[in-house]
Nanobody, 126 residues
Framework: QVQLVESGGGLVQAGGSLRLSCAAS????????MGWFRQALGKEREFVAT????????YYSDSAKGRITISRDNAKNTVYLQMNSLKPEDTAVYYC???????????????????WGQGTQVTVSS
């Protein structure tokens, strides 16, 4: 069983930055494919970014490229999402997800992930 706990969300002005964290339980964290998704009010959950087990390979949605960076620290069982130049359309609940066993870094569908956190709200004001 894997438990994921997100933190770091909040209210920020457009153009600002936030760093989300996702703390994972489980001794095999370093083998998990980790992803970040988001869900705006009234919309479907959508892919943001993924990172492979070593952190060497990452994959981003078109809207995330150039502004958002995913990283991980396997020693701390934590994955991060650094978000810069935030826009009002980035407002959503952000979810951390894990896939066990390891999958391809290009996996971007909700159904491809086995475990989910409870989400953290990010609100970007204009």
């Amino acid at each position: 069983q894997v438990q994921l706990v997100e933190s770091g969300g909040g209210l920020v002005q457009a153009g600002g930055s936030l760093r989300l964290s996702c703390a994972a339980s489980g001794r095999s964290f370093s083998f998990y494919l980790m992803g970040w998704f988001r869900q705006a009010l009234g919309k479907e959950r959508e892919f943001v970014a993924t990172i492979n087990w070593s952190g060497e390979n990452t994959y981003y949605s078109d809207s995330a490229k150039g502004r958002i960076t995913i990283s991980r620290d396997n020693a701390k069982n934590t994955v991060y999402l650094q978000m810069n130049s935030l826009k009002p359309e980035d407002t959503a609940v952000y979810y951390c997800a894990a896939r066990t066993p390891q999958g391809r870094v290009t996996m971007r569908e909700v159904w491809e992930y086995d475990y989910w956190g409870q989400g953290t709200q990010v609100t970007v004001s204009s």
